[in-house]
């Protein structure tokens, strides 16, 4: 977890002196350090943080599938140990289910996908906007480009904004065809 806040650490120090370093009125700096800084270090904390708990719970899911089976095989002629295999089996059996519940349910792994676009999406553009290349080429200085950059960066939060909306009414129209499947059964 340090590495990941080193790294995070790191983006701040490293953007934020070349933001200050740009020929830029202090306002521009300030709105580029409030918004378009802030936003990719958040985007990558919580990238960080979705990843982690997919990996934790797909891995749970699949050591623990392989693993119940192996036990649910395993015969022994000691009626206690059999017992003891018996709940042992049981209580991962059930882990595991709960690991793919809440896999499932927070989608994790499809957030992590979301916000590492829109980080690296950012943060791409931010490297444009200091080289004045890609679609900043044409301008002659970073005055110019601001209102470019600015505009792009809210594109690329809006975006990310709706597809996380779009998850989220995709989430209920499933959990509302669940429950009138369940109600017609």
């Avoid at 089976?69 to 009626?79: H, I, Q, R, T």
């Avoid at 470019?148 to 989220?168: G, I, K, N, P, Y």
């Avoid at 209920?172 to 059964?185: G, V």
């Amino acid at each position: 977890m340090a590495k990941k806040n080193a790294y995070r650490e790191y983006l701040k120090q490293e953007f934020t002196e070349l933001i200050d370093s740009l020929e830029l009125p202090d306002l521009n700096k300030r709105f580029m350090k409030s918004r378009w800084l802030d936003q990719l270090l958040w985007l990558e904390g919580k990238a960080e943080g979705a990843s982690k708990w997919s990996t934790r719970l797909r891995l749970t899911t699949i050591v623990g599938g392989v693993v119940i089976p192996a036990l649910v095989s395993l015969n022994f002629n000691d009626n206690q140990l059999g017992k003891r295999i018996g709940w042992v089996t049981f209580g991962l059996s059930q882990v595991v289910a709960i690991s793919a519940a809440v896999e499932e349910y927070f989608h994790f792994g499809d957030k992590y996908t979301q916000y590492r676009q829109t980080a690296e999406c950012l943060k791409s553009d931010g490297w444009k906007f200091f080289q004045l290349g890609g679609a900043y080429q044409e301008y002659p200085n970073h005055m110019e480009a601001y209102s470019t950059f600015a505009f792009r960066v809210e594109q690329f939060l809006q975006e990310d904004v709706q597809s996380f909306v779009e998850l989220a009414k995709e989430k209920a129209n499933s959990d509302k065809q669940q429950q009138e499947n369940q109600k017609t059964d």
